[in-house]
């Protein structure tokens, strides 16, 4: 097939040395995995103390806890997903084309039935 | 008002559309969009005739550019082997037939979107003199309650000319769509949200309405028809409306109303009196149409009455004919046919 | 294909690394991306309906946080665990892979297990059902097809640990499990909006 | 085909399972074509039933049932499946490809459209087809009596899942599988407009899928999503039918643009004028389609800022389309234009898409359009554009490339007969109902009074449709004779310009012994200019692996059918059988390897071999 890549043919040396560097991104990779996991936790817990207590306006209750919404969908999509590997452009494509028509039909069903 | 100066600009375009279209037959003068009796109709028939224009403009170059072709580059038989030059495009051409169409569409998009808000003009916040209706679209008929005047009918639709008319639209069922042609565009029925819109009919006359959406079986046969009247006149129907009460003039009718005591007022109501699930029959007597499709005759109420699911497919109406004899029919029948507040 | 003992030697993205893989990947990430219009149209008809409760028992009466954290933690550290699972899978660890994996099904399968509870008790106790009102019938579809979503994630793993346990990895294999570390992020993609939108907006009124 | 003859496979068997996507392109062809006939003979009885004022043919409940049944079955039975034929037999050779991404799915794709189609029409035989309209407006749709609407959700929702999989198939073949050399920007026309429109299916149809399963819900679960006394509100579905709906069109019309693209230029013997002009276009409208489809829902009441929101996003499309015609009308200028059919249908698309795209212009005015909604005029418009684009663009594809398919060439006196009585009947059918509209007559009407004015247009429209109707006979004669005893295609038929017609006709199982070599766009024309008989080969001569087939799809379509059928009729005990036969396929599938098998090189035939 035209666009097999010959990973199959690599050298023992060349093996061993992108093993290396693996190793390398990979711990690091690790240590964001956790902090991000860690700083999910730490926004799902803020929303719902937010919404608990009634210190703040329900109005920005709402527009907070989206907001806080949103930077997990960001977390998880480019920490858990790796849509920012390289490789992963028309991935992208998919996923925002999609959250775009996923946008206007939350507007429409929510803005425009009463 | 700003709409004033958009229909100076048009003035011509209807005209000459209204002669073109005279030569070829414009449709039930009752009925159609093409000759327009009403303010709503006229501002919807100057945006279509725009429309058309511009359209046709395009088409005319289209045309041009086609026929050209097809004459000139025509392959001359099979020995006609010569490979033309295989041309990759043209940026001049693509931008020009890209800002061309962007003016145009501008020249039309900004009639429409003030037509569009001229058109919701009031809706909110009805004048406080106006006539108000509310629409009730039920399978297969249409209810009209004055609430200020305190009358309501069905079927036909009274109207003053001369004034905005605003109306209140909701539907029992299922959806429907409230459309008459002549005097104005449609609006829908919906079952979860009332709709308003008004009409304004210039000259006193009959207009045929329909039902444009489809809902069931009979929604063929869900017509009305909206009476125009001189303010005056108007208001003389919604007083006799008001106070018509059944007074029968015969003994026949005696009978025939206290049929209807016995077998219809459940349903149907004469003046204040009875039933909400079908069509209120205070002035049926004054009507064209039996069920808003039939030939108003004795033989058809009756036939009507006996078996309405012939006559209109699915509806709710029981068929009577089992139950009441002829006899008890044609009083029936008396009775309804003097049911009139007009002379 | 060449046989296991060949193929230690995985190459840096063992799910990319042929074509079928190439293929599956971007065609399951497409997927998603219809997902995305799919569970956005349920949230549209949910926002729609929030208020429709036809005079029965209101959100804000119905939902009990401390419940919803619950299983928020459970769907979020089963996200974390498959991304450890992913990573055992690009580092060739056959074993530890499983070995997240059957944790993340695990936590998948409590936070089921509390949703069952949770449906059952308001039906229960309050009548709230897909029948008592629109906002009901948007509920119950809205929660009740992510929950689906879930009990398919947890069946789909568990598939493939069975039937993949004795082959060990490979170019064949590696794809499968990472397609379900996607999914299965995508699903706590979709609890995070479902408890912010249903639960949390639901209890600010 | 010496290929492998050592495979002896029963002829049904190997249709059955087949995984070759140019023999379910065939399947394709055939059942859009049978639904095509079906959804014909609807109209015909619509139109019989319109002939005069008060007419008593089928009745008002027959009436609404055909015109239920003839949107739906022309929209998603017959144009749906004809353009998915044409994609699969024509796009992987056109990209070079030998197979599609994923040949399992692309075969499920095709039979869970086929079990949705069939299960749809079992209504006519269960006591009444669905009655609604195609759009399915709740809540005439959930108040509907009998099964009738059951048999429409249900049906629609199983072919749903399978164009929404096979347009993810085409996505990921047309990114993943093309030549070396074939780049996006040298595509043809009608591989992108395929890329667009699988993009389309995408993430339009979850919209439909949501609104069919609310609808599901309020009919078999007791759900009260469009029950207005509990709360619910029917604008909800009216908003999830066209979110999908507007993209639908454009996903029947881009493969018919796409198709004319290709064969105006074949047959022009030109390049295509601005090119990437029209690639641009192509994708402004596939956007701009998501975001318009409050202009069917401009009487629903939604007010005048959506109205005229959408009412300018609706008239911008205009300006991608007129880019397009402008640019076909430029393709001929300077041409040595020739006029077999497929070219006929092509050039007479050109001025009848012109009037629909006209009036669709006028139809974006809200204004005038609260006269036009649901009336005979947008049902005027509306066939402008799907029987002016899409059929015509299907039966000129046909005629095009029907040589490539099955290696025969079709009655050509017989083609032009039926180009020109269906021109002069199409016209004549739909052209009046303009005027029946703008006269007053609604759509979806199962009889008009006398005395309105509207009988003498009626009545054209009828005759129209029995010419259409006689063409169409004329076109099946075509294909049995040319099935029987057609006229060898060569290759190279019609002087082509794109890479399926550097291979022979048709198309081998592997379709490129060697994948080629693309150099430009328009690559086989320009090989041809060069002097080269056939395209060079970017690899060398080698084994060709080949997926297996399977029988799982037929299996997992024939469960999901029986468990939609079984819950229409509330056998819940069946219907998880039929859910359980689909869900036991899909595990089958997946715990069952499928490595494929090799052709071996010296099993290639000598021709079309470049040997190294």
Same mark, same amino acid.
């Given at each position: ?114 | ?161 001369? /004034? !905005? @008319?605003?109306?209140? *639209?909701?539907?029992? $069922?299922?959806?429907?769509?409230? =459309? ?107 009507? /064209? !149409? @039996?069920?808003?499709? *039939?030939?108003?005759? $004795?033989?058809?109420?009756?036939? =009507? ?39 | ?205 | ?612």
């Amino acid at each position: 097939m035209a666009h097999h890549e010959g990973h199959d043919t690599l050298s023992e040396h060349d093996q061993s040395h992108l093993d290396i560097h693996h190793k390398i991104a990979h711990e690091k990779e690790f240590k964001q995995q956790i902090v991000s996991f860690a700083m999910m936790i730490f926004l799902t817990m803020i929303a719902f103390v937010a919404v608990a207590s009634d210190a703040i306006s329900d109005a920005f209750t709402v527009v907070f806890i989206m907001i806080l919404a949103g930077i997990q969908l960001v977390f998880q999509l480019y920490m858990f997903m790796h849509l920012s590997h390289k490789g992963h452009q028309y991935p992208a494509w998919g996923i925002f084309f999609g959250v775009f028509v996923a946008g206007t039909c939350v507007v429409a069903l929510m803005g425009m039935i009463w | 008002m700003q709409m004033k100066r958009w229909r100076n600009v048009w003035r011509f375009l209807p005209l000459l559309s209204v002669i073109a279209l005279a030569l070829t037959g414009c449709g039930n003068e009752q009925l159609t969009a093409m000759l327009p009796k009403g303010e709503g109709a006229e501002m919807q028939f100057n945006l279509m005739m725009l429309s058309l224009y511009i359209m046709i403009g395009v088409f005319v170059v289209v045309a041009l550019i086609y026929t050209v072709v097809l004459v000139r580059f025509r392959r001359r038989g099979e020995s006609d082997n010569e490979i033309p030059e295989q041309t990759e495009g043209n940026v001049v051409l693509e931008i020009l037939w890209t800002v061309v169409p962007i003016i145009l569409l501008l020249i039309l998009a900004v009639p429409t979107v003030m037509t569009t808000f001229a058109l919701d003009e009031g809706t909110e916040k009805v004048p406080k003199d106006a006539t108000v209706i509310k629409v009730t679209a039920h399978q297969y008929w249409w209810e009209f309650e004055y609430p200020d005047l305190e009358v309501k009918t069905s079927q036909d639709l009274h109207i003053p000319t001369g /004034e !905005r @008319v605003y109306f209140e *639209l909701v539907s029992k $069922d299922v959806t429907h769509s409230f =459309w008459v042609p002549t005097l104005g565009g449609k609006m829908d029925t919906n079952t979860a949200t009332e709709n308003k819109m008004w009409l304004n009919a210039q000259e006193p006359g009959t207009y045929y309405g329909k039902c444009a959406e489809l809902c069931g079986p009979s929604h063929a046969l869900m017509d009305f028809k909206v009476i125009a009247q001189e303010k005056e006149d108007f208001e003389a129907w919604a007083k006799s409306m008001k106070e018509a009460g059944s007074q029968a003039a015969s003994d026949q009718a005696a009978q025939g109303e206290e049929i209807f005591a016995n077998s219809c007022i459940g349903c149907h109501a004469v003046g204040s009196e009875g039933g909400n699930t079908g069509p209120n029959l205070t002035n049926f007597g004054d009507r /064209e !149409r @039996v069920a808003g499709v *039939l030939d108003h005759t $004795d033989k058809n109420i009756k036939n =009507w009455i006996s078996n309405p699911s012939e006559f209109k497919p699915g509806n709710n109406m029981p068929a009577f004919g089992d139950q009441l004899n002829d006899e008890e029919l044609d009083a029936l029948v008396v009775y309804l046919q003097g049911l009139k507040v007009e002379e | 294909m060449k046989s296991n003992e060949a193929m230690t030697k995985l190459p840096a993205n063992p799910e990319r690394a042929t074509l079928e893989g190439k293929n599956k990947f971007l065609g399951f990430w497409f997927f998603l991306g219809g997902e995305t219009v799919l569970f956005a149209s349920l949230f549209g008809v949910y926002l729609g309906l929030r208020n429709a409760t036809n005079g029965g028992v209101t959100a804000n009466e119905l939902f009990e946080l401390p419940l919803v954290f619950i299983a928020t933690m459970l769907l979020l550290t089963s996200s974390l665990t498959s991304v450890f699972a992913t990573m055992a899978l690009k580092t060739n660890h056959f074993k530890r892979m499983i070995g997240w994996f059957v944790v993340t099904g695990l936590l998948g399968l409590g936070f089921l297990g509390l949703e069952i509870y949770e449906f059952n008790h308001y039906v229960h106790e309050y009548g709230h059902t897909i029948k008592s009102s629109a906002w009901g019938s948007a509920f119950y579809t809205l929660v009740g097809t992510h929950g689906a979503h879930v009990f398919m994630g947890i069946s789909w793993i568990t598939l493939l640990i069975i039937r993949n346990l004795r082959r060990g990895m490979d170019l064949y294999t590696a794809p499968k499990f990472y397609l379900f570390a996607l999914y299965w992020h995508f699903i706590d993609v979709v609890w995070i909006f479902i408890f912010t939108v249903v639960y949390l907006m639901g209890k600010v009124g | 085909m010496s290929a492998h003859a050592y495979k002896k496979k029963n002829p049904v068997w190997d249709w059955l399972t087949t995984v070759d996507h140019k023999k379910i392109g065939i399947l394709y062809l055939a059942s859009g074509a049978f639904f095509f006939l079906i959804g014909g003979l609807e109209a015909i009885l619509l139109r019989v039933q319109l002939l005069y004022p008060e007419f008593d043919f089928v009745g008002a409940e027959t009436f609404n049932q055909l015109l239920t049944m003839h949107g739906t079955t022309m929209i998603f039975l017959a144009a749906m499946p004809l353009i998915f034929g044409f994609m699969n037999a024509i796009v992987p050779l056109q990209i070079g490809a030998r197979d599609v991404a994923f040949p399992f799915v692309n075969s499920l794709g095709f039979w869970l459209f086929t079990a949705g189609g069939i299960l749809l029409n079992l209504g006519w035989f269960l006591g009444g087809a669905p009655d609604a309209g195609w759009t399915g407006y709740a809540p005439l749709s959930t108040t509907s009596p009998g099964n009738g609407v059951d048999f429409y959700v249900l049906g629609l929702q199983i072919s749903g899942i399978g164009t929404l999989i096979g347009g993810i198939n085409f996505l990921v073949t047309i990114i993943n599988m093309r030549a070396p050399g074939m780049t996006f920007m040298r595509m043809p026309l009608f591989t992108w407009s395929s890329f667009i429109t699988s993009g389309l299916i995408l993430f339009a149809f979850p919209a439909l899928t949501i609104g069919l399963a609310l609808l599901m819900f309020d009919r078999l679960f007791g759900s009260q999503f469009f029950a207005a006394e509990a709360g619910g509100n029917p604008i909800i579905y009216e908003h999830l039918f066209w979110i999908f709906g507007h993209p639908e069109v454009y996903i029947l019309v881009l493969p018919a643009f796409g198709m004319f693209s290709e064969i105006i230029a074949t047959f022009a013997r030109k390049r295509l004028f601005g090119y990437s002009a029209m690639v641009f276009a192509t994708a402004l409208i596939g956007f701009l389609g998501f975001m318009v489809w409050v202009h069917h829902m401009f009487t629903v009441g939604l007010g005048p800022i959506a109205n005229s929101i959408f009412a300018v996003a609706t008239m911008l499309i205009a300006v991608p389309t007129g880019v397009k015609i402008f640019n076909w009308l430029f393709t001929m200028w300077g041409g040595k234009v020739s006029f077999p059919t497929a070219n006929l249908f092509a050039v007479g698309f050109i001025p009848s898409f012109v009037l629909g795209g006209m009036t669709g212009v006028m139809l974006s005015v809200p204004p005038a359009d609260y006269q036009y909604h649901d009336s005979y005029f947008v049902v005027a418009h509306f066939h402008y554009v799907i029987v002016g684009g899409v059929v015509f663009g299907l039966f000129a594809g046909m005629y095009y490339w029907w040589p490539k398919i099955f290696g025969t060439v079709l009655n050509e006196f017989l083609g032009k007969l039926h180009f020109w009585l269906f021109f002069i009947g199409f016209h004549l059918t739909f052209f009046p109902m303009h005027f029946l509209g703008l006269m007053g007559m609604p759509r979806r009407v199962y009889t008009y009074l006398s005395g309105q004015s509207l009988d003498e247009a009626n009545f054209a429209a009828t005759m129209g449709a029995f010419l259409m109707g006689l063409a169409t006979i004329i076109m099946v004669w075509n294909i049995i004779q040319t099935s029987v005893k057609g006229k060898k295609a060569g290759n190279d038929p019609w002087d082509g310009r794109t890479l399926e017609w550097a291979i022979s006709s048709p198309a081998p199982e592997y379709n490129f012994a060697q994948t080629p070599l693309v150099r430009g766009l328009d690559a086989w024309w320009l090989e041809k200019r060069a002097g080269n008989t056939q395209m060079v080969a970017a690899e060398p001569l080698d084994d060709i692996h080949m997926p297996d087939s399977s029988i799982l799809p037929v299996l997992l379509s024939l469960g999901l059918f029986t468990a939609a059928l079984s819950a229409i009729y509330s056998n819940w005990v069946l219907a998880i059988g039929g859910l359980a036969l689909a869900a036991l396929s899909m595990i089958l599938r997946s715990v069952i390897d499928y490595h494929g098998y090799h052709i071996h090189k010296e099993d290639l035939p000598a021709e079309g071999r470049e040997d190294k």
